[in-house]
């Protein structure tokens, strides 16, 4: 499978603003376009301080406020909280999780690779399900290794 990574010029990120009623700021534009470009699960630590290589200015309150906007408005998801902390999902393509108990990693694994039956969308309650998401806990290969 191969990860398509947008490349924008700023003109989408004015358009997911502009239907959620955000307003575009240069700190935004900054957040948003290094968010498309960070691997994985990053904490608002994590992004806080990649941003602060480009923003020198920008304070830690600044970077969570952006977040927590950026997620209410749906343009990004929180991964789930096994791990006990907000991590950022930045991965669009549908997929599972394999959290470590231990050291709380979070891997990604494709729906292809876990091979579960598809769930019908139509469940109980007349609950109609979009999308879904496994976290599967257990250890990961470096902590099992360890005793
Ligand atoms: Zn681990
Ligand atoms: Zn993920």
Known sequence: V?????????????????A???????????LFELLLSVPGHPSPEEVYLRVKQQIPSISL????????LFLRSGIFREVSLHHG?????????P?????????????DIDEAELKLAAIPGQLPG?????????????????CQQKT
Do not use: P, W
């Open 2 to 18: 191969i990860a398509v990574m947008q490349t924008t010029d700023g003109g989408e990120f004015r358009e997911l603003c502009a």
């Open 20 to 30: 959620r009623g955000i307003t575009v700021t240069h700190q935004r534009q900054v």
């Open 61 to 68: 309150a600044t970077v969570y406020k952006n977040i927590h």
């Open 85 to 93: 902390s907000l991590r950022l999902e930045l991965n669009q393509r």
């Open 95 to 107: 997929h599972h999780h394999l959290v470590c108990t231990v050291c709380k990693s979070i891997r």
């Open 126 to 142: 007349g609950f109609l399900a979009e999308r879904f998401s496994i976290d599967i806990l257990g250890r990961c290969a470096a």
